[in-house]
């Protein structure tokens, strides 16, 4: 194929970057597409137009005639989803689409949004508890709802936050460990002690150095129901004391 310089009118090749006549610089070549023949650059590798391949022996393509013209190709069916019989190779090999996501996908989807409320509803019940407001109660009714029924008592008062008040009535260091334990409660009933118990940890120990036999006081902090004890005629009661007097 050839073109007329730019400059003199002489006919030279089409790929020609100079002209031979009158050395004038000549525009790049326009390719010209197979499928809709509209104009591209000369190194593009597909179309700008129709977005198919340039080269010149891809599936389906026109043949040029004597005047560089592309015959049309006619135009590839819509993708509807469902496939296409009867439209050639070019229906399968310039597919530029992805299918929307569905089945699986949407099921896994679901599946995450759920777990991700029920994470959200626990951290809220849980935010709740740590919140709430302290049961205030003295230790004699604590020991009294024990000794009346001791899994009514569990129910209501055991892994709950107490505010409660009593009276020094021993004090002392646990057997087992290095916290402190404050007596403010004692009953003898049916051949039992049911005692109500603070443990304060060991870094407040000046705390119940100040604490003396007869004082009242007040804690707060969680109850643990019934602590098994070697003695088994001792009923235990204690609640994890975070404040003492204050």
Not at 84 to 93: I, K
Not at 126 to 153: E, G, M, T, V, W
Not at 233 to 245: D, F, G, V, Y
């Amino acid at each position: 194929m050839s073109k007329k310089c730019e400059s003199c009118g002489m006919m030279i090749p089409d790929d020609a970057e100079f002209c031979p006549e009158c050395g004038a610089k000549q525009a790049p070549a326009a390719r010209k597409c197979p499928y809709c023949g509209a104009e591209n650059e000369e190194d593009a590798v597909f179309c700008g137009n129709c977005g198919k391949s340039l080269k010149q022996d891809a599936p389906g393509a026109g043949t040029p005639d004597a005047q560089g013209t592309v015959p049309p190709v006619p135009p590839v069916p819509p993708f509807n989803g469902q496939p296409q019989q009867g439209t050639g190779p070019a229906n399968s090999q310039h597919f530029p689409y992805k299918l929307p996501a569905q089945g699986p996908v949407g099921n896994q989807k679901r599946f995450f949004a759920i777990i991700g409320a029920i994470i959200i509803v626990i951290a809220a019940f849980f935010c709740f508890s740590s919140f709430q407001k302290p049961i205030h109660i003295k230790a004699q009714d604590l020991a009294n709802a024990y000794i009346r029924d001791q899994a009514a008592a569990d129910k209501k008062y055991k892994g709950k936050n107490l505010d409660i008040t009593g009276e020094v009535v021993h004090k002392g260091q646990f057997s087992n460990a290095q916290d402190y334990g404050i007596n403010i409660y004692t009953r003898h009933v049916g051949g039992k002690y049911y005692k109500i118990i603070i443990s304060v940890p060991h870094k407040d120990a000046d705390k119940v150095n100040k604490v003396k036999f007869g004082d009242f006081v007040s804690a707060q902090g969680k109850c643990m129901g019934i602590v098994p004890q070697k003695d088994p005629t001792i009923i235990s009661i204690q609640i994890e004391a975070e404040k003492l007097n204050e």
